[in-house]
Structure formats: structure tokens, C-alpha cells
């Protein structure tokens, strides 16, 4: 782990406008003063500017090279969708901290003017909702924030906090300043948005990467933002997730918005994104459902999956492999050890 490279900044201590004595200092109580900086003064530093990619004519991303949180990348993991409308710009995952949903709002000032209008969040996962402190503190508190109903149950409970305490961690504090805003509307399989000239359609086929994720249609576009339903180059977290409910998310994807562009919350977009990672996923589980049948131990169908060539092909290209490619396997199995049950 690299050293600390921030200082706390005293944003906060000037816009709450408290009183500084002469020489700087605080006068306040020191309890009162230990406790209001630990709760709100202290706050990580800004993210820089982070390349904006564009997709479609009513489509732009700003791009996340890392997959993991580091206190170098202050926590950059994760793509912030634009959606570019008559009305204004729908913002679909927010980042994983408020400095990095600041970053995300003056990219997209390069682009337009407009306001935000809504926010989606794909699920529940702190890298794609800890960003939405941002958005409301700059279009305020009527913003609406769309997700699944699970997922805000999710963050409103013990994710939310959960989370912004992990990426605190993982960034060793460059995060911190940070509110947990959970999101404030229902959205599901079916749900339709319009916004001005742009259709957003929501498409949710049960448990894959979560048991709440949404993936969103840009209709005229033809363009699916899948959250961490697929990732480009990085390995899944798949604790939340299910094998065979990705496989079978991925079929009815491409059987609905055939030919789209599928943009992942981790990596770059592609139209072949899904097919690659079927390759991957059903590599991983075919093998350990194989080993189950066999009635082999999880070390066997370790070896099965790493040597099967399509799970082989990714290994070189996905950050994150070696750290995880056990769990992931272990994961399978255990799924493939209840199907046969
Ligand atoms: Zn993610």
C-alpha cells in the first residue's frame, strides 16, 4: 500500500461557516471540535478529470481504467453513464464517492449545459450509488434516483453503510465526506421512461450479478448499459450472483435488443461483450457442474476450469484474475452442488 497523498480539506468547515478564530483555529469546544472534524470536516481530496468516451448520439461514459479501489485511483472503479436527452442528461451509476460524482458533473459540462434529471443505480453495489451525494447536493434533493426494489432496500439497510465505510477503506480515506443517498424510485422488468426524445427501458431477469440489477435500454440508440452484469477485463465480484441467472440474463439480452452496444460497468463497450463472457462464465460453471456429476472435490474442478481453454483465453486479459479466480471457481461449484441437489 502506497503512503497517504491527500490532506483532508476544510471545504466543508468554511461552507458550514463556522467561526475561525484569528489564527485559524477553531472556536469551539476541543470534544465538540474532535467530533465535528472526524463526522464532517474531513474529506477526501478531488479526483481528476477522468476521460469521457462517446458511444452514441445520446450516449457518453466516463471511463474507469482501474477495476479495484486503490488510494491512488481514490476509489475511480467504476463507468458513469450519460444519457444526453431534449430534457436533460440521465445519469445511469454515479461512482463511488461524492468527489468522484463532482468529477463525473464537470466532465459533463464539456458536454452540455442541460441539467441532470435522473439517476439510475444499476444495484447495490457502493461503486455505482456512493457517487449520488453529487448529484443531489447539484440538482437537489427532488432529483429522482431510480433502482430495483431490492437494491434500495439494500442501500437504504445495511449496504449502504457497509459500503462507504469498505471504499474508506480500500482508498485509505479518499473517500471520506462521502453521505450514503439511497435511491428514491421503484424500477423493474418492463419499466419505461421517456425523456423528451429518449426511451429508457428497463430489463431485470432475476439473480445475476446481484439479485437486483437493472439493465438499461437507450431505445433509439440501441444501446444496453448492463451494470456489472457483464465487465470488460475484470473479474466479477459474484458473491451476490448466480451462474446460471447470468447465463440466462446474457440469452434473453441478445434475444431482446439484438445487435446493441452492450457498455459494462467495468471496462470498455462492445458488441461482442456478451458472448465473450458467456464463454467465460459458462466455461467456469460447465466445468465445476461436470466435477459435481463426477462426484470430484473442489480441487478437481479448480483444475477442470483452468484448463479449459475458453476460461484460459481470459486469464491474461481480465484484471484481477489471479486474486480471485479461486473464489470464483469455489462460487460455481457451490451453485452447481445445489442444482444437482
Ligand atoms: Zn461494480
Request: charged share 20%; aromatic share 8%; glycine share 10%.
Amino acid at each position: 500500500m502506497a503512503p497517504q497523498t491527500f490532506r483532508p480539506e476544510r471545504r466543508h468547515l468554511l461552507r458550514h461557516g463556522l467561526a475561525l478564530g484569528l489564527s485559524g483555529t477553531l472556536l469551539l469546544p476541543p470534544v465538540q471540535r474532535w467530533a465535528q472534524a472526524a463526522d464532517d470536516f474531513i474529506r477526501g481530496p478531488a479526483v481528476p478529470d477522468q476521460p469521457l468516451q462517446r458511444l452514441s448520439p445520446r450516449v457518453a461514459m466516463v471511463f474507469a481504467a482501474d477495476g479495484f479501489p486503490t488510494p491512488e485511483n481514490r476509489g475511480m472503479m467504476a463507468n458513469i453513464i450519460f444519457v444526453l436527452t431534449s430534457v436533460g442528461v440521465v445519469v445511469l451509476d454515479t461512482g463511488a464517492s461524492v468527489q468522484i460524482g463532482e468529477m463525473a458533473i464537470r466532465r459533463l459540462r464539456t458536454l452540455t449545459d442541460k441539467p441532470v434529471v435522473a439517476v439510475v443505480n444499476s444495484h447495490y453495489h457502493g461503486d455505482h450509488f456512493l457517487g449520488n451525494d453529487a448529484f443531489v447536493q447539484a440538482f437537489g434533493p427532488a432529483l429522482p434516483i431510480h433502482a430495483h426494489p431490492a437494491a434500495r432496500a439494500q442501500i437504504q439497510g445495511m449496504a449502504g453503510n457497509a459500503w462507504r465505510s469498505l471504499m474508506e477503506r480500500w482508498t485509505n480515506g479518499a473517500t471520506m465526506g462521502t453521505q450514503v443517498v439511497p435511491p428514491d424510485r421503484d424500477a423493474g422488468h418492463g419499466t419505461t421512461l421517456r425523456f423528451g426524445d429518449t426511451t429508457l427501458k428497463f430489463h431485470h431477469h432475476g439473480r445475476a450479478h446481484t439479485e437486483a440489477d437493472l439493465c438499461v435500454e437507450v431505445l433509439e440508440d440501441g444501446v444496453v448499459y448492463v451494470g456489472d452484469v457483464a465487465m470488460n477485463g475484470r473479474i466479477a465480484n459474484m458473491d451476490d450472483g448466480s451462474y446460471l441467472g447470468t447465463l440466462k440474463t446474457f440469452d434473453t439480452l441478445e434475444r431482446d435488443v439484438p445487435g446493441a452496444l452492450w457498455v459494462p460497468g467495468h471496462g470498455h463497450a462492445s458488441r461482442t461483450l456478451l458472448a465473450e463472457q458467456r464463454l467465460l462464465f459458462s466455461g467456469i460453471y460447465r466445468n465445476c457442474e461436470a466435477a459435481v456429476k463426477a462426484g470430484e472435490d473442489e480441487a478437481q474442478a479448480r483444475r477442470r476450469v483452468l484448463a479449459d481453454p475458453t476460461v484460459a483465453a481470459h486469464a491474461g486479459r481480465t484484471q484481477g484474475w489471479d486474486g480471485n479466480i479461486g473464489k470464483y471457481i469455489s462460487l460455481a461449484y457451490l451453485e452447481a452442488e445445489k442444482a444437482a441437489f
